[in-house]
T-cell receptor
Framework: DTAVSQTPKYLVTQMGNDKSIKCEQN?????MYWYKQDSKKFLKIMFS???????INETVPNRFSPKSPDKAHLNLHINSLELGDSAVYFC????????????FGDGTRLSIL | AQTVTQSQPEMSVQEAETVTLSCTYD???????LFWYKQPPSRQMILVIR??????QNATENRFSVNFQKAAKSFSLKISDSQLGDAAMYFC?????????????FGKGTHLIIQP
């Protein structure tokens, strides 16, 4: 029973394409997140989202957009992919209560050719 | 803005020995939470331990414990009786207190090598 699942696990595509990564959690959490891990393993928050607010890291290009059809899903859409978008993208979720830890998916490795 | 610093890019320890990973952070908040996550080669992000800033007592989870020094803004992780399965990247992370959709701020990680 995977708690936070992301699909696909690997994504190889051409520069300029549009792609989506899906994320689903079955933990009953009300807050979901997207993180980017670069080639040096540095993890950085991209988006945080619950039914009350969307927090966007100001360094994230507007080619990236989160889409949440319901509380259990937060998908990541990326338009006009660039070489620098190559990274591992992690989805996570947590309860919207003080200090609750975040549970991570297994990551999606995105490679841009 | 808060920052998290892990000054040891890589650490090596003999199996069964004890190792301490360093983490310092900078924040103007008084209410916050600190975490250590482990990332083995499988790429999963696994929560190791959590510390509430308002608690003076250091958190422990089996062989893992922290030394939380709030005044010094230091949050080190001690791994006792190191095992081969402990080999991984370890990330220190910060989250400010209060509810809401705040993400975690991570350090750059420490690569832990376990020598058999």
């Amino acid at each position: 029973d995977t708690a936070v699942s992301q699909t696909p696990k690997y994504l190889v595509t051409q520069m300029g394409n549009d792609k989506s990564i899906k994320c689903e959690q079955n933990l009953g959490h009300d807050t979901m997140y997207w993180y980017k891990q670069d080639s040096k393993k540095f993890l950085k928050i991209m988006f945080s989202y619950n039914n009350k607010e969307l927090i966007i890291n100001e360094t994230v290009p507007n080619r990236f957009s989160p889409k949440s059809p319901d509380k259990a899903h937060l998908n990541l859409h990326i338009n006009s992919l660039e070489l620098g978008d190559s990274a591992v993208y992690f989805c996570a979720s947590s309860h919207d209560r003080v200090g609750q830890p975040q549970h991570f998916g297994d990551g999606t490795r995105l490679s841009i050719l | 803005a808060q920052t998290v610093t892990q000054s040891q890019p890589e650490m090596s320890v003999q199996e069964a020995e004890t190792v301490t990973l360093s983490c310092t952070y900078d924040t103007s908040e008084s209410d916050y939470y600190l975490f250590w996550y482990k990332q083995p080669p499988s790429r999963q992000m696994i929560l190791v331990i959590r510390q509430e800033a308002y608690k003076q007592q250091n958190a422990t989870e089996n062989r893992f414990s922290v030394n939380f020094q709030k005044a010094a803004k230091s949050f080190s992780l001690k791994i006792s009786d190191s095992q081969l399965g402990d080999a991984a990247m370890y990330f220190c992370a910060y989250r400010r207190g209060g509810g809401g959709a705040d993400g975690l701020t991570f350090g750059k990680g420490t690569h832990l090598i376990i020598q058999p």
